[in-house]
């Protein structure tokens, strides 16, 4: 009886980790171009990447910085006009959990490393 809740959990937790949503990293205090406080946000299912972008104006007078989530297919470098300022976009992408930002412990991999520890647990008890 207690060998098939343990897998059972196991299980539920596996189930939990192969459901679960991207997480990037949003700016939501930029100053000069450094964040100083960054928020985890869970991305759409189309959006699988996450970016890190930073904006260029000619002449250098202003460069915009950004960062969350977006769909594979948009992460790429713009060239741009705006009211004849000349603009350069260039994003870099990756797509793990919070790849675009402070590294930190993911709740999908404490709990795939539960369900491990539970699996191998149970192997002892019997």
């Known amino acids: 009886m207690m060998t098939k809740l343990l897998w059972s959990c ?3 937790m596996t189930l939990f980790v ?3 949503s991207l997480t990037c990293e949003t700016c939501d205090i930029e100053v000069v171009g450094y964040c ?3 928020v985890p946000v869970n991305c759409t299912e ?5 970016y890190t972008a930073v904006a260029k104006f000619s002449g250098d007078l202003l460069r915009i910085h950004e960062r969350g989530c977006i769909e594979q297919e948009a992460c790429k470098n713009e060239t741009g006009s705006i009211l004849s300022l000349n603009y350069t976009i260039t994003r870099t992408c990756c797509s793990t ?3 675009n930002g402070a ?3 993911q709740a999908g991999l ?3 490393l ?3 520890l539970v699996a191998v647990w149970s192997q002892w008890i019997l």
Request: proline share 0%.
């Open 10 to 12: 196991a299980a539920v």
């Open 46 to 50: 189309s959006q699988t990447d996450c």
């Open 97 to 99: 959990n919070l790849c």
């Open 110 to 112: 404490t709990a795939a």
């Open 18 to 20: 192969t459901v679960e």
């Open 103 to 105: 590294a930190s412990i």
């Open 36 to 38: 100083l406080r960054t």
């Open 114 to 116: 539960c369900a491990a």
